[in-house]
């Protein structure tokens, strides 16, 4: 990840410069998380965004084709600067590497919770008031996936912390517990 993230953050430092000098920090941040779960989620796209039989050129008009009336102008340059560069197939990471800067400029603190079931608002806030409390921070980003394997209950993930609060972690622990008394 060393060389992509080598990459990435000159794009992500420029786009956060430009748009931070533009007032439009909040609403590229929003913008770059929906272009990412589009980006995820259609590897249609990825792969012709990856394709070297496509121009820059055609690349362009197809993003600018797909975006534009979405996204902020800073953002759609990005996509074509990216694009001329031929660099548009690392955008997800230099999508990732911008919003962790975004975070660390604003003091949010990103949890990633993974839980059996969904959440639903009440547990959502009261796990937003721990993680506050944990990460020492007012400002909590979540990202909620849920995971029927984890049986009950819920992990989560603060950075390098790891909170496992789930029912299979704790089968896993009772095991290995046991294993070192026989």
């Not at 609060?165 to 026989?182: D, F, I, M, P």
């Amino acid at each position: 990840m060393p060389l992509l993230n080598s990459i990435a953050t000159p794009y992500a430092e420029a786009l956060l410069q430009v748009i931070e000098a533009r007032g439009e920090t909040e609403q590229t941040a929003e913008q770059a998380k929906a272009v990412l779960k589009i980006w995820e989620s259609s590897p249609e796209l990825r792969s012709a965004m990856s394709s070297p039989v496509l121009e820059p050129e055609a690349k362009k008009a197809a993003l600018v084709k797909l975006f534009s009336d979405q996204l902020s102008q800073a953002f759609i340059n990005l996509l074509k600067l990216l694009a001329d560069r031929k660099r548009i197939s690392v955008l997800d990471a230099v999508l990732l590497r911008f919003l962790e800067l975004y975070r660390e400029n604003r003091n949010i603190a990103l949890a990633k919770v993974t839980s059996a079931v969904p959440l639903n608002k009440e547990q959502e806030d009261i796990l937003v008031q721990k993680i506050r409390s944990i990460a020492g921070t007012e400002r909590v980003e979540l990202e909620v996936l849920v995971d029927p394997l984890i049986i009950g209950g819920f992990i989560i993930n603060i950075g390098s912390q790891v909170i496992d609060a789930s029912l299979a972690g704790q089968v896993r622990r009772l095991g290995l517990a046991l294993a070192k008394s026989g």
